[in-house]
């Protein structure tokens, strides 16, 4: 894409905020390059708004006259930027959320190796939460106590109960 923030020269066409307004393509304040992309695309008039991301330019988006020149109104100009930033956010969130899908497939293959070492290991494996005194039971429940892990003993006074006496200390 030729056309790009910067490159019209310094006569007002863009603003403070990147924005480039091109009221008519054909007036001669162009580089010609930038007037043959639009000439290419019977582009009479445009007017262009950087979309970014974390302070970098990710695209542009832009409204464009093919019929005629015309003057953009500020409004236009505005209702431009607002969707831009729109666009921004969405683009944002979408990439934030193809990382956290990404990371979600990573953890659900991180804990089928884990459970296969686990279960191979034939010890039980099992995490207690000091805080909370809740048993979260891992590996091995079902192959050394005989409970589905939903079934066990959910903190270390259910589990002293189920204990045969003999084999308490």
Same mark, same amino acid.
Request: aromatic content about 10%; glycine content about 6%.
């Given at each position: ?62 409204? &464009? ?8 109104? *500020? =409004?236009?100009? =505005? ?6 930033? &729109? ?15 990404? &990371? ?10 884990? =459970? ?13 939460? *000091? ?29 002293? *109960?189920?204990? *045969? ?5």
């Amino acid at each position: 894409f030729p056309v790009t923030i910067g490159l019209l020269n310094d006569d007002g066409a863009e603003s403070a905020n990147g924005q480039v307004i091109v009221d008519d393509i054909d007036s001669g304040a162009y580089p010609q390059e930038q007037i043959a992309f639009f000439n290419r695309y019977q582009v009479k008039a445009s007017l262009m708004t950087p979309i970014r991301l974390d302070g970098k330019l990710w695209g542009l988006l832009a409204a &464009q006259q093919c019929q005629s020149s015309r003057q953009w109104y *500020h =409004e236009e100009a =505005e209702l431009l930027s607002a969707l831009a930033v &729109q666009l921004s956010i969405g683009i944002r969130q979408s990439i934030a959320y193809t990382e956290m899908e990404q &990371q979600v497939t990573e953890s659900r293959l991180w804990r089928k190796r884990y =459970e296969a070492a686990a279960s191979s290991s034939g010890q039980l494996i099992y995490e207690y939460n *000091h805080r909370t005194e809740k048993i979260i039971w891992g590996a091995g429940v079902h192959e050394t106590l005989g409970y589905k892990p939903e079934d066990a003993p959910s903190n270390f006074q259910s589990y002293w *109960h189920i204990i *045969h006496p003999d084999d308490l200390p």
